[in-house]
């Protein structure tokens, strides 16, 4: 393949940046613009002090990493070039190797020529950006379990015990050792089929808890002006990023902030207080604030404890009641005045309760604590959870064939439909269009 480079760490000040190329050419590439040892004598895996020349002038001091195909993330040859950190000197050392022979790369290409070079497959291609966008230590340590192939080795295993099924169903049509090879097959089918289903039912169950860890819980603050929605967002952020004041009505817009409780990532959505008004500005920001209530995944309604509720109160208590939601007194630190069953005590000034608060979203979204066996598998994204409920689909379809009275021979088209669509998850059989279309999420460089 073509040499290609990328600047691969943040564009900005810092103390070093890293320019990387990988292709066949791209120790070549490298050693034509590097002056100190000779890259395309040095062994692999080692790095070497030098600097980068243009037209005979230094252009930076460096250390240089040579990695020699096929021990290599892409199993190409790689270089990567570590410089110092900064906007213009980075920029200028990657024009340099595309003026030698190299291209710039594509959004995730390094990554996607591990992919199809046989590197990784799709699902720890997915998850090297999961690894990346984690925003707990819980999401990030289920990216880097899918990356070391858990949920590979768990598809794999499927997939290889269905083919095993489909080698045996052929077996029986072809070299009959029973006058009921019908009957026998048809058994073995549906014990068969009982187990895969129930595999894969236990694998989508994952799913929820997959996509909470990966894209967080659009959790809405909710509550009438002055309860302490804003103290509670400061609370749980451990900054002072609302504005906080004993007039009712100081937040007129919605505040998002991601906030990491007990490894569940939260997007906190601090609301305008709602009820009421004339001020158009603040209708406004109570109108917005109702719109976030719709799209929550979580409410967190906060009542003031140390006065009694009001029209308002009762108002959200009834807006509420159908969502997922956790009512929270707040002010508990004062005199208190509501008790409510099943309601949080906390001080949002004093930081009080809050760890409760963190148990409850643990209980109303995981069945059980966020730790993840080393060796569990887990759905993370729409397109795994998709093609699984295709793969339970057909083995439905084979049930029905089966109940129907259908020929085995017609029966095991869906059993492999199934086959097939488990193989998409890891790539086998993945349309183009599909590869290309998921590679360009990545960031440049990656």
């Not at 009982?194 to 808890?209: G, H, I, S, Y």
């Not at 569940?264 to 004339?278: F, H, K, Q, S, W």
């Not at 997922?324 to 005045?337: G, M």
Request: hydrophobic fraction near 45%.
């Amino acid at each position: 393949m073509d040499t290609i480079a990328a600047i691969s760490t943040p564009i900005g000040e810092g103390a070093i940046s890293i320019v990387r190329l990988s292709g066949t050419d791209a120790i070549d590439v490298a050693a034509k613009v590097f002056k100190g040892r000779d890259l395309r004598e040095v062994r692999s895996h080692t790095i070497t002090y030098g600097h980068i020349v243009a037209h005979e002038e230094l252009l930076d001091e460096v250390m240089v990493s040579v990695f020699r195909a096929p021990k290599t993330f892409t199993r190409e040859n790689m270089v990567e070039i570590n410089t110092h950190g900064g906007i213009a000197v980075t920029q200028e050392v990657l024009q340099l190797f595309l003026r030698c022979g190299a291209r710039l790369a594509e959004p995730g290409e390094f990554t996607k020529r591990a992919f199809l070079n046989g590197r990784i497959d799709l699902t720890q291609a997915e998850s090297v950006m999961d690894v990346i966008r984690a925003k707990t230590d819980a999401a990030a340590n289920v990216a880097v379990k899918q990356l070391d192939g858990s949920l590979s080795r768990f598809i794999g295993k499927i997939r290889q015990e269905i083919l095993e099924t489909l080698a045996e169903v052929e077996v029986n049509i072809d070299y009959p050792e029973y006058d009921d090879v019908e009957i026998v097959t048809s058994q073995l089918l549906r014990e068969k089929t009982a187990q895969f289903q129930a595999l894969l039912e236990n694998l989508l169950a994952t799913a929820k808890r997959g996509k909470i860890l990966r894209e967080g819980l659009k959790t809405a603050i909710i509550g009438r002006p002055n309860v302490g929605k804003s103290s509670l967002l400061n609370a749980l952020l451990h900054e002072e990023k609302a504005i906080v004041t004993d007039v009712a009505g100081t937040t007129r817009d919605t505040i998002s902030e991601f906030v990491n409780l007990g490894g569940v990532p939260l997007e906190l959505m601090d609301t305008a207080g709602i009820r009421e008004t004339d001020d158009v500005v603040e209708a406004i920001g109570v109108a917005r604030s109702k719109k976030v209530i719709d799209e929550a995944d979580l409410v967190l309604l906060v009542l003031d404890a140390s006065s009694n509720l009001t029209d308002e109160d009762k108002a959200l208590l009834e807006l509420s009641s159908n969502l997922t939601r956790i009512i929270l007194l707040n002010k508990t630190d004062l005199a208190q005045q509501v008790k409510l069953d099943g309601a949080l005590e906390i001080s949002a000034l004093q930081s009080l309760g809050l760890e409760a608060l963190s148990d409850k979203i643990s209980e109303l979204f995981f069945d059980e604590k966020l730790a993840v066996k080393s060796d569990s598998a887990i759905l993370s994204n729409a397109r795994q959870i998709a093609l699984v409920e295709e793969a339970l689909s057909n083995l439905t379809a084979v049930n029905a064939g089966l109940e129907a009275g259908l020929p085995v021979d017609l029966v095991q088209v869906d059993l492999t439909a199934c086959w097939r669509a488990l193989g998409e998850i890891v790539g086998d059989n993945a349309p183009d269009a599909l590869i290309t279309q998921l590679f360009s999420q990545f960031c440049l460089g990656k």
